[in-house]
């Protein structure tokens, strides 16, 4: 079997599927042996086969991983308690330790249909759910969809809503989105919650406050955390490294009821990494029913800001939302 070795990534050529714009092969990465790449020839995504559902690295081809990793942490399986890992990753929401931070430590199962990877983990045995993450990646775009399904394998109905999390690399910042904003009187009422966390600290150097953005800074120097939720219709969230750009998003319905007193989008940070998390609503959920949550990953390169300041953003993310 012929082999190509590059950054940490062993690449199965013969593994690769049909002829394609866009291209899925098994690949060994960062000590495991089953990993399998989704590329367009532009952009890559490595999903892990033996732990998850995770997608560990999200890149430029050749270029720098923009999600996190822990190097101490990779390459193994079959831990007994929850790693981070670090990359992207499916829980469920509301965070309770003994649901949420449910394992998963143990190999998944990888269909490939044409372009399309589904990633699905063995039920859990602590919460009796099923959890799946499926990527398809476009051929024309630096574009990914990628959807998270959660099935109820127990025999009675539970509550619980799809929380999809993305861990950034240290050292850069991220955008996130208010819904439209308006003026006094004509809008008299509430457009959207903000939430607070009990360690959240508004006077912190890592906020800045815009009339239409909320920016958070990574500081690998700032241990503390921070963190922060909100709402808006047309969840997005972005991170900035460098002068590449991650941009995530999803639909929210404004009718249904949402964690953490409303949140469809929350950010987390320390001094380790940055989340940018997007939550489905929350829903009685019967046996055997599946929830879906879909979020719309974008990746642009060439992304420069001369300064913080409202005209900067907006010149950087209203084309990009109108898109």
Partial sequence: MAAMVRKGMVFLVSAMTACSAVKIEKIAYQGWQNCYRVTNGRIELVVTGDVGPRIIRCAFVGGRNLFKEYPDQLGKRGEKDFQLRGGHRLWVAPERLETTWAPDNSPVRIEIRGD?????????????????????????????????RVRNTNPWRIE?????????????????????????????????????????????????????????????KRASPQKIGLFNPRTWGAYLLDSELFFKETAADPAATY???????????????LELETLGPLRAVDPGAVVEHREQWRLLRGVRLSGWAEAELDRVFVPLLER
């Fill in 116 to 148: 399309t990877l589904e990633a699905t983990a063995p039920v859990e045995p602590g919460t009796g759910l099923e959890k799946q993450i499926v990527v398809k990646m476009s051929d024309s775009e630096d574009r990914v969809e990628v959807l998270h």
């Fill in 160 to 220: 619980f809503a799809p929380w999809a999390l993305t861990m950034m690399a240290p050292g850069g910042v991220a955008v996130m989105g208010f819904p439209p904003r308006g003026k006094h009187p004509e809008v008299l009422l509430p457009t959207n919650p903000l939430v607070m966390w009990a360690y959240t600290d508004l006077s912190d150097p890592r906020w800045m406050y815009f009339a239409k953005y909320l920016v958070l800074r990574q500081d690998p």
């Fill in 259 to 273: 964690p953490d007193f409303g949140c469809s989008f929350e950010t987390f940070t320390n001094d380790e990494f």
